[in-house]
């Protein structure tokens, strides 16, 4: 009995021994794991926002201004793209008289000067005919990209007067669904920054995959690979709540044809208004974008796959001035992040508070 209890205690130690060293070697593997991860997701965007000025709130008298995408041009000077409709027609406005509107200044974060207007509805049967709205400014290549939405009314004639009356009226008008269904994803192309801007006879992508009913709000970027990741919105299938999904599609031209992934970038929440960049430091993309109540980020080392970045929460809905207040909005929307050199130099957003709406360019620092 006795050699058979010491056989039987030699082997349970030798057993617990045995276990504990599988731990320390799986525990050694995980850590080894994480600490040699060659994509390092460090961005902490958080960390780089500043107080703003007077001279980072851009706001234009008479008209609501929503929603902003800069670039440096070869004069040195930067150049900002940005919607705009009359105040007289409501908020709701966006949907049935929005335009691109452009906008130099000497510095990222302003104060910007009005030029004119780059793009306006097309009219007539284009798919374009109504609206030019949340632009996104690219160069690719010696030419520069201004991708954009817009809507039309199908087979529906639609007069002025009419229009007026659906902006005024806003979400409850019969004309709104058929305006919101009919929302594209396209793009002009100009060898100039001051155009003229060639518009083309088709929207870049119509709705499949992950998302249904439209495809808008374009958020587009190369990859090390030499091609073009384009980011839209549309609406997530069959989900009555009519929550809305991001989804990515791929091209070997900035032109297309763009050809939709499977699985959506973000479906797990409603968000809106993606901003994407590849950042050649880090080895991997980053997408900011707005949930309602604040601005989120998330990362991806393909392209494809995305998850939430480690700094996930970028700012809540309060923007802090060097005068020691704050701006509340009421709405805090259409995150843009400028790279200059290749860090994130400038987070832009469309603010709207009250009957009035304009674009903040908050100042990032770049170390």
Known sequence: MKGNFTTFVFFLLSQIAFGQSKLGENATMQKDTTDQRPEKDNLNLKQKISPISNDNIFDTEGYFNWGTSLIKGDDGRYHLFYSRWKNELNFTGWLTHSEIAYAISEKPTGPWEYMGTALKGRGGKHWDAITAHNPKIKFFDGNYYLYYISTNMGDKTITETELIKTAQVGYNHPNWTILRSNQRTGVAVSNSIDGPWKRFNQPLIQPSGPITTLTVNPAIAKNKDGKYYLV???DK????????NQAISISKSPLGPFKMKPNAVIDYMDTEDMSIWFDEKRDRFYGIFHAHTYIGLVTSADGVNWEKANAYKVMD??????????????????????????????????VKKGNRSYSVFIPLDKN
């Open 237 to 244: 299938p069959n989900d009555t709540n009519r929550t809305r």
């Open 317 to 350: 809905k309060l923007i802090a001035r060097k005068d020691g207040e704050s701006i509340k909005p009421d709405r805090m929307e259409r995150p843009f992040v400028y790279l200059e050199d290749g860090k994130p130099s400038v987070l832009s957003l469309g």
């Open 232 to 234: 839209v919105k549309g």
